[in-house]
């Protein structure tokens, strides 16, 4: 059933894609907060979930990447909690080509930039999963430099989504 709702990621209504992108958020955060079903005594349903996840929502990540907002943002929202509950799930990413695509969309220029990008990013180098070489040829020191350097001279006060994440990364 809930392989179904990601089919509707294809529907050519914004409002259907983004709603199945909610649902299927909604329920998988659910599945791996649950430590009966999601943990390494539950190999079986562990595995499910994983193969859920793989199959079904990495394969169109790039799609949401690329749509209109709000779901490259809500995407990357849901990609940075599936990190911070399972960093396996980079080595996955990496496999399937869909890092390159969150990793590209990390950079100065790109108006989807928030906290997300930032903490998936983190999360990237933390999993050991891309080496030394593979930081620098990404240039993640660099941009994240540039980033900063950006955010900090955005006056902290503004109702912006830069002052948001300045905000967020300063704290």
Known sequence: EYMGILNKL????PDTRFN???IFSD???QLINDENLYNENQQASKKLIDDLICKQFFLQLKNILNDIEPMPN????LVSLLLDRNLEFVSKLKKLKVAFT?????????KKLTINNLRIICRIIESNDVSF?????????Q???DILSYLSLIHISEPTRQA???YAVFC
């Open 143 to 145: 941009t994240t430099s």
């Open 102 to 110: 969150i990793i590209e969309n990390y950079s100065v220029t790109n």
């Open 133 to 141: 070489e593979e930081i620098l040829s990404f240039n993640f020191i």
């Open 10 to 13: 294809q529907s050519e209504n």
């Open 74 to 77: 809500f995407g990357m929202k």
């Open 27 to 29: 329920f998988i955060i």
């Open 20 to 22: 199945s992108l909610k």
């Open 164 to 166: 948001e994440i300045s």
